[in-house]
């Protein structure tokens, strides 16, 4: 469980994040969406002991990341945006170092590294150094390097970025089968579709705030189920329906010209903040 | 703490096995261009203490290469930091600050044994056998725990890799040409002494070349350079948490 209360983070004068709470269940896949410089990767790296706060609290399955750090450091596992393998070394050996990181004993830290190599498909690999991967097979490693310590919080920092849409959606394959053993998930992406299929519960970032919180259906509920985009002079303007016959009516008499089709979880994003999720 | 700290070392030592070949030729290719230089142009009229001066000039080299190879951990920690990215993965693990700094430095002597066995193999192939007993290898090991935990101090504090060569440009090369290495530091006037006296390199060089002549070293150079290394090895432990934002 996460739970988060009036976090803060400032660099000098510039404020990333001016006051967030938040709680995640245990074994929840919660997504954290927002655009540039909103603060996502900055509650991440917090969160995950990488930078300090500068206000609030947060806790890790109750360990408080400030004074308990060791110990909520053991309950997480990351995977980084970027990719922060040792390219100089084989997949097998940055499983391995980690797993010593983390204090794992010989035995078990062999029999976990087979177990996930198996979990992630590159068993074949294992010998290889990582700078021969590719950039899907890297992001995997990562993935089970995040795995191998049987953290109950795992936290997805833009896990598919850079991906191509099968890969991706293998990914994504992989994040639900994590979650259905009981971890928990903290997901950011700019990928509104990933969000929208993975996450139980999505946060809204703008700005350091959160501006939205829900689950997605109920945020898309709450905006109307249909939306109609019509080109404007001023450029593509949308309107927000019930359902789709309270639509098709304000459209009665125009053939063309506008495009009929479901809210999606951008459509509340740019409803809240007027800004694009990138 | 110990397991993290064998994570740290190992990763630097894996490294370092990939890289032997390499590693070993650049660990030798200035001291050899030293030995040549210095040893054919100097030929065997230049003497200190009715030793030549290759002989004079092989427990400096030894002095030297244990100060740069261990220093050169900082450039390692800095590409696993900005380029790789590694780091974070340390800070991420629930590790001691002394683990990490533990393992780097030890990953830095580690270096610095490897050249100066480097070091005294191409003594040995410009015919130079000296007394190359435990003080010897106690001063270079010391020298190494200095440099090296003076290299993860400050690889902690630079921004970028161009303040690391910068670091190395005002801090080393200086050190390298001054601290003993290449004449008798006791030839230069007084004042000069007395300034190359607080260099770290100055009281190594001084006891490698003491024992390798078969005389008997200062103990307060050992004191000196065990004090200087224990206060870099405790700053290290401090700028840990700096590199953090």
Same mark, same amino acid.
């Given at each position: ?12 004068? =510039? ?35 990488? =930078? ?70 590159? =068993? ?113 303007? =949308? ?40 | ?103 780097? /430095? ?11 066995? /480097? ?8 015919? /130079? ?55 008798? /530091? ?60």
């Amino acid at each position: 469980m996460i739970q988060i209360q009036n976090l803060q983070k400032s660099y000098g004068k =510039t404020r990333a994040l001016a006051g967030i709470d938040l709680r995640v269940g245990q074994g929840e896949l919660f997504a954290y969406l927002g655009p540039n410089g909103a603060g996502k990767t900055t509650t991440i790296r917090i969160l995950t002991g990488l =930078t300090q706060l500068t206000g609030g609290t947060a806790l890790l399955n109750a360990h408080d990341i400030r004074t308990r750090s060791r110990a909520a450091k053991r309950q997480c596992g990351l995977v980084p945006q970027q990719i922060n393998l040792d390219g100089e070394l084989t997949v097998r050996e940055n499983l391995d170092i980690h797993g010593r990181l983390f204090a794992m004993p010989g035995v078990t830290r062999k029999q976990r590294i087979l177990e996930l190599l198996d979990y992630v498909e590159l =068993t074949e690999r294992a010998e290889n150094l990582v700078k021969q991967l590719s950039g899907g097979l890297k992001r995997r490693v990562l993935i089970a390097r995040a795995l191998l310590h049987h953290p109950r919080i795992l936290f997805l920092d833009e896990p598919t970025v850079g991906l191509d849409a099968d890969i991706r959606r293998r990914i994504w394959g992989l994040i639900k089968k994590i979650q259905q053993d009981g971890t928990t998930i903290f997901l950011t992406t700019h990928y509104i579709e990933e969000a929208e299929f993975l996450a139980d519960r999505v946060a809204f970032l703008d700005e350091g705030r959160i501006v939205a919180l829900d689950r997605p259906d109920r945020l898309i509920a709450e905006l109307g189920g249909w939306a109609v985009d019509q080109l404007a002079d001023s450029g593509m303007q =949308t309107r927000y329906y019930p359902d789709r016959e309270a639509a098709r009516e304000a459209m009665a008499g125009r053939d063309t010209g506008f495009t009929l089709r479901r809210v999606n979880l951008e459509d509340v994003y740019l409803a809240q903040t007027g800004k694009k999720v990138q | 703490m110990i397991q993290g700290f064998i994570a740290v070392y190992l990763r630097e030592m894996i490294i370092v096995k990939r890289r032997f070949k390499r590693l070993v030729a650049s660990m030798a290719v200035s001291p050899l261009l030293y030995l040549l230089a210095f040893s054919y142009a100097m030929g065997g009229e230049v003497k200190f203490d009715g030793f030549t001066y290759t002989e004079f000039l092989i427990p400096g080299l030894v002095a030297m290469s244990s100060m740069i190879q261990s220093f050169a951990i900082a450039t390692d920690i800095n590409v696993a930091r900005f380029y790789w990215g590694i780091f974070e993965e340390f800070q991420a693990a629930p590790i001691r600050n002394a683990a990490y700094v533990a393992g780097e /430095v030890l990953a830095g002597m580690s270096r610095a044994l490897i050249a100066i066995v /480097v070091i005294l193999l191409l003594g040995l192939a410009f015919g /130079v056998n000296l007394d190359y007993g435990p003080l010897l290898w106690l001063a270079a090991l010391l020298n190494s725990f200095v440099f090296a935990s003076l290299a993860v101090a400050l690889a902690m504090l630079v921004r970028s890799h161009a303040d690391q060569s910068l670091l190395t440009s005002f801090v080393i090369t200086p050190m390298a040409f001054l601290g003993g290495t290449f004449f008798p /530091v006791e030839r230069l006037p007084d004042w000069a002494e007395s300034i190359l006296f607080f260099l770290p390199l100055t009281h190594a060089s001084e006891s490698i070349r003491a024992v390798a002549f078969g005389r008997v070293p200062d103990w307060r150079a050992y004191a000196v350079l065990a004090g200087v290394g224990l206060l870099c090895f405790l700053l290290a432990l401090k700028t840990v948490n700096k590199a953090r934002d």
